[in-house]
């Protein structure tokens, strides 16, 4: 997935790259600007209230938050002494990125262990901890592979409600359309009102067929019928859509259990990947999504969605320490072609509000 | 992987009563754990900062000084303060206005407007006997005005036939005209998702807004949203203007800190929540039960419920009838028994309550265990039925045959007489104190819930 055949097209590649950058930045901009101006008021606050070796004061929230041009100036070299206070200070702002407070903990003491009562300035620390997200990051980025071999190579979406799985097979379909693989959606969500006309409106605009029933059928049933239309025409990708349910409903877990299992009686490998799909907006929460969800139906790569939001999906760090799950794509609009590659040092960094 | 602030607490006052008094000191570390909760629940940082400091103010002094258990009297305070911040009083939807009364619904992708649309028209038909239109502005998201008139028929409310091409704004125009020409009391205006950052989209609502003057404008959002949601309530408030706000998927299992974070950024009211898909799935806001979850302190509310779903209501009553006339009798004492068992016995039932921690050490020294329970039971069912009613009746000889036929000795049996007297006298002594006197305080506990006699120092348990 993502710039197979693209090699052809490298310009727009270069210029997709840049556009999911931006776009991501554009996205991050609110939440960039938070973090930035977070660490910068850490640092440099701190630094102005106790520039000699004086114990620093918490930096109080700077009372005029539009500094001169000048005084920015002067800023961007200001240092401050890495003390614990301006630790504790800068683990509270990775906090409002949706870090979690563990998480942001030791990122915060990582930092300290390197640079503890050196004096930094604020993008040294923003540098700092953008390496190390990155680090972390770095293991999960890896897209989605599609097995030529399979035919099809089923990919089962699943997630709470809302958080964009529909629209995620949209955008998928498109690019896998791209890459020159014939592609069938099911419309596995027969439980939301209109939740079929939502798909088929997708399959109409990225020119991909629609495997549906009406609302109400049974969602197995038209996965194995799926399966078998899609083995019959040699289809190269079948992606399947399923309603939204909350991981602690048993019974709807259960029900996705039994879609798996109905596949597995056509394709012992079926389904080659099933994605889970979360929303950036989401906090903590998201732990016990993508735990529930992996029990219950082997989640093997996540896709987020939402990040042209002001939300920053740092929970997605925590994610990836803790269930070392691939995360495939992310999400930047509604439209159609607003699926990026996930890049964890461009993620990392436009956490941070650093320049790619 | 989420400690409760209960067991939070737990480990920063066990010391504390051993040395008595609470300090400053004493709070402070208090506050540590709290805070961290309060993050770990998604409560967006500057709020938690905020709540914590108003707590401090509020614990330090002689509430908590005063206090005799003090991890129970922080997490009162901590859970008071934080039902006040939610909202004690429920705030109602606003239908004051000439009909057709407006009232539009706004938020992010995906949070839940077109259903909670759907939802607050059957509630508004059912429970206020309102005529309510729905109408879709929505004319972006693929199907997103089929799924509201299929939602509308299936909770039987009208909504507006669909023409496609027209800009929300006019589709608002025409629900409203369309809602004064038929006599509808009320017009719901389901939006599009938009970020709170989309300059061009917010723009667009606040145009809406602007053109139908709504009563309500409710900003739809997501229980489980993390530490944006400071900004997404403040954009929506400065930008569209919001009067409430409605919190969905309430069942799931998040934490539910957005709820004061939005609550607290903008001051308006959590109006509604849903708590399900179907469209009876709304109910009004309860802010002790999203205060109990954000403290991981479901499990005080799960143990309420629980106690509710064992004792069933009627029975209870019957109780308090008979002991409103002094009368529990061994009957009594053996339906308490099983009903502690059922309820997973007293260490399940004392984990759930918070500060605790300490009593279940007691009760596990005075080894108080089920197997005990079990043989109380079997003691009791071994007795006639006049036994069980005139417990006077028993005297050496039938307490022997008792003892043999329950496997018991006739120490046993005296030992369980010995408690049911004072589990009566502490009936009676409840009954005149009324309904207050549960012993310990305890919340939610129908009365004699819990026998008085299985607490220490009163149990004379073996
Ligand atoms: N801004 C933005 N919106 C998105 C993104 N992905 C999905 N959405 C929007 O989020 C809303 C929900 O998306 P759906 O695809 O219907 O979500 P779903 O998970 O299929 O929802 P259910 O089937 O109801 O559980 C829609 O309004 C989408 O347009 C994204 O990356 N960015
Ligand atoms: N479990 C649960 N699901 C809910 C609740 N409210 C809405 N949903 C589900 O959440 C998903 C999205 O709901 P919608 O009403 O389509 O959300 P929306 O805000 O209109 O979405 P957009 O129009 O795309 O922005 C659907 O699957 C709903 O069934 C709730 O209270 N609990
Ligand atoms: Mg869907
Ligand atoms: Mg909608």
Known sequence: ?356 | MFESLSARLGSVFEGLTRRGALKESDVEAALREIRVALLEADVALPVVKDFVAAVKERAIGHEVLKSVTPGQMVVKVVNDHLVETLGAEAVEINLKARPPVPILMVGLQGSGKTTTSAKLGLWLKGKEKKKVLLASLDTRRPAAMEQLAVLGSQAEVASLPIVKGEPPVAIARRAMQMGALEGYDVVILDTAGRLAIDQELMAEVAEVRAAVEPAETLLVADAMTGQDAVTIATEFNEKVGITGIVLTRVDGDARGGAALSMRAVTGCPIKLMGVGEKLDALEAFHPERIAGRILGMGDVVGLVEKAKETIEQEEAEKLARKMAKGVFDLNDMADQLSKLRQMGGLGSLMGMLPGVGKMKKALAGANVDESILIRQEAIISSMTPKERAHPKLIQASRKRRIAAGSGTTVQDVNKLLKQHMEMSKMMKRMTKMGKKGLPMGMPGLPPGGLPPGMMPPGGGLK
């Open chain 1, 1 to 356: 997935m993502f710039g197979k055949n693209r090699s052809e097209a490298s310009e727009s590649a270069a210029e997709d790259r840049k556009g999911w950058f931006a776009r991501l930045k554009a996205g991050l901009g609110k939440s960039q600007d938070k973090i930035t101006h977070g660490i910068d008021e850490v640092i440099e606050g701190g630094a102005e209230e106790a520039p000699a070796e004086v114990p620093a004061e918490p930096a109080a929230p700077e009372p005029e938050r539009k500094a001169g041009l000048g005084q920015r100036l002067v800023r961007a070299v200001t240092r401050r002494r890495l003390d614990d206070i301006a630790l504790e200070q800068l683990e509270e702002v990775l906090i409002t990125a949706d870090l979690g407070p563990a998480t942001a903990a030791r990122l915060v003491s990582n930092l300290g262990r390197s640079k503890f009562d050196k004096d930094v300035t604020s993008t040294e620390v923003r540098e700092a901890l953008a390496e190390d997200v990155a680090g972390l990051l770095t293991p999960v980025a890896r897209p989605l592979a599609i097995d030529p071999a399979a035919k099809p190579h089923v990919v089962l979406v699943v997630g709470v409600n809302g958080t964009g799985k529909t629209t995620t097979i949209g955008k998928l379909g498109k690019v896998f359309k791209e890459e020159g693989k014939s592609v069938l959606l099911c419309a596995g969500d027969t439980f939301r009102a209109a939740a079929i006309d939502q798909l088929k409106i997708w399959g109409e605009r990225i020119g991909v067929p629609v495997l549906a029933r009406e609302q109400g059928s049974d969602s197995a049933g038209l996965a194995y019928d799926a399966l078998e239309q899609a083995r019959a025409e040699g289809t190269d990708v079948l992606l399947i859509d399923t309603a939204g349910r909350l991981h602690n409903r048993a019974d709807l877990m259960a029900e996705l259990e039994k879609i798996i299992r109905v596949l597995r009686k056509l394709d012992a490998a079926a389904p080659q990947s099933c994605l889970l799909v979360l929303d950036a907006t989401t906090g903590q929460n998201a732990h016990a999504q993508v735990q529930t969800f992996q029990e219950m139906t082997e989640v093997t790569g996540l896709v987020v969605t939402k990040l042209d939001g002001s939300a920053r999906g740092g929970v997605l760090v925590a994610l990836a320490d803790r269930f070392g799950l691939p995360v495939h794509a992310v999400g930047v609009g509604e439209g159609a072609d607003d699926l990026r590659p996930f890049d964890a040092r461009d993620f990392a960094r436009s956490l941070m509000g650093l320049e790619g």
